[in-house]
């Protein structure tokens, strides 16, 4: 490690960063308007750009980011930060809490459900360091830098060797004018850039049933099937639960409770972009079965598999699920390689939270060593109070909902694909020559201009 690199990671304040960020897309190779037609330096393919206004072809070479650019990048978009505080009432949430160790990034639950996928020249990687077993942002002073670089040096798992077979060229079987990577993205996966793909299971998000049957007293119902009790029927007989809610408009709010903290990973990924002087943006837009590789006859894209289409699906979109990359990624859906039946869901979930190493497990949780937010002699009393988690009748209701599902559907989730890997980062050296020829002054910081001075001062 470069014995500079906390100073050379040094920022300006956040407020002073909002202030200047944008989305800056025109790296070091890229082009704009071309009027050219040329191979795609990853996958060959010849591609065609129209002329324009702004007609622009980098003179530079494409340069990669380093080791310590790619390190801060990813800790800020999703590193692990500590631990929660998890200041929740007994009466007022508690149970709901599932993992324990913080990121920088927020997530319903705290399930720890969003994973990042790294896309560079040298292939495409799964972000997933090893949490830190003490809070890192309150045990006095932090050298973020350092962490961050360890961080990344610990959690990276290849998943592909070298770059995937995506660009703007990609196209279906019968539709040659229907780009299947958005319109916009013809520098998409050029040599240089790294891509940071937040990839969320919103399957994994529907363990928080068991909460919405013991807080909010609420059960499923089926409307596809004139509303019947989806499986609860014993807990709605005993009065436990009260209140009905479909299963599609249940689903639909946890798949859009799935995709804030993919928002929030971008986000994170663009700021501390600017900060370090570095060019990004957003990429959205595109097929995800194709980059992901769930649509093999058209390329493998990052290598995901997904099972078969269920004809009994009620509805389109959720009729194939994604399981994920084999070894290295699962999602949470039933039947899959991970989850075959309802019951092995169900023993996870209730597992994660208070079986072994659970942070609810009086007998093994980290917790009462006082490795979590609270002190040892109060971690205690309150991992083993008798509110810290849901009554077993909501567990039961949740297996019964889970089975009914699979039984009626012959999947769960009803209604989605658990996968979602539709927002990202690209990230590159900028080519300042472009926004010096065709944009008015001011788009270019100092921090941007000078980034070579701080980072690669031999280049």
């Known amino acids: 490690m470069a014995p500079d690199l906390a100073a050379r990671a040094a920022t300006p304040s956040l407020f002073d960063v909002l202030a200047t960020v944008r989305s800056r897309r025109v790296g070091r190779g890229y082009r704009v308007d071309s009027g050219t037609a040329d191979p795609h330096p990853v996958t060959g393919r010849v591609l065609t750009q129209a002329d324009g206004p702004q007609r622009f072809v980098s003179a530079r070479a494409p340069v990669a980011l380093s080791e310590e650019e790619e390190a801060l990048l990813a800790w800020a978009a999703l590193g692990p930060n500590g631990v929660v505080a998890w200041e929740a009432s007994m009466s007022g949430g508690f149970s709901q809490l599932v993992g324990w160790r913080g990121r920088t990034a927020p997530e319903a639950n705290n399930l720890g459900a969003t ?9 495409v990687f799964l972000y997933r360091p090893r949490p ?13 830098a350092a962490h961050a670089l360890a961080c990344y040096r610990d959690g990276l798992v290849q998943v592909l060797e070298g770059r995937p077979d995506l660009d703007h060229g990609l196209r279906r079987e019968g539709a040659p004018e229907v780009p299947l990577l958005g319109t916009h993205q013809h520098n998409l996966n050029r040599p240089g850039s790294t891509w940071l793909l937040p990839v969320t299971d919103a399957g994994r998000l529907l363990s928080g049933m068991v909460d919405l ?4 007293r609420t059960y499923l119902v089926d409307e596809f099937a004139g509303g019947r009790v989806a499986g609860a029927d014993a807990q709605v007989a005993a009065g436990h639960l009260v209140r009905p809610l479909p299963i599609s408009v249940y689903e639909q ?16 990924t663009r700021l501390a972009a600017e900060a370090l002087g570095l060019g990004a943006w957003c990429l959205s837009g595109y097929d995800q079965d194709v980059v992901l590789g769930t649509a093999p006859e058209v390329t493998r894209g990052l290598g995901f598999t997904a099972g078969p289409a269920n004809p009994r699906a009620p509805l389109p979109g959720g009729r194939r699920h994604t399981h994920g990359i084999p070894g290295v990624l699962a999602t949470t859906c039933v039947p899959s390689p991970r989850y075959p039946t309802p019951e092995a869901l169900v023993d996870h979930w209730y597992a994660e939270r208070y079986g072994p190493g659970g942070w609810g497990n009086p007998a093994t949780s980290p917790l009462a060593e006082g490795r979590g937010p609270w002190p040892a002699d109060k971690a205690g009393a309150i991992i083993t109070h008798p509110r810290a988690r849901p009554p077993e009748w909501a567990w039961a209701a949740t297996l019964a909902t889970v089975r009914y599902c699979v039984d009626t559907f012959g999947q769960f989730p009803v209604t989605f694909d658990p996968a979602l890997a539709g927002f990202g980062t690209v990230v590159h050296h900028l080519d300042t020559d472009y926004y ?5 002054p001011g788009f270019v910081t100092d921090r941007i201009r000078h980034h070579d001075d701080r980072w690669h001062p031999t280049r």
């Open 115 to 123: 994973e990042l996928l790294l896309v560079n020249d040298r292939g």
């Open 132 to 144: 830190d077993p003490l809070p890192v942002s309150l045990e006095g002073a932090v050298d973020v």
């Open 213 to 216: 049957f013991a807080g909010k």
């Open 253 to 268: 709010t946890v798949l859009r409770t799935s995709t804030y903290p993919a928002g929030c990973t971008v986000q994170n």
């Open 436 to 440: 010096d020829q065709h944009l008015r």
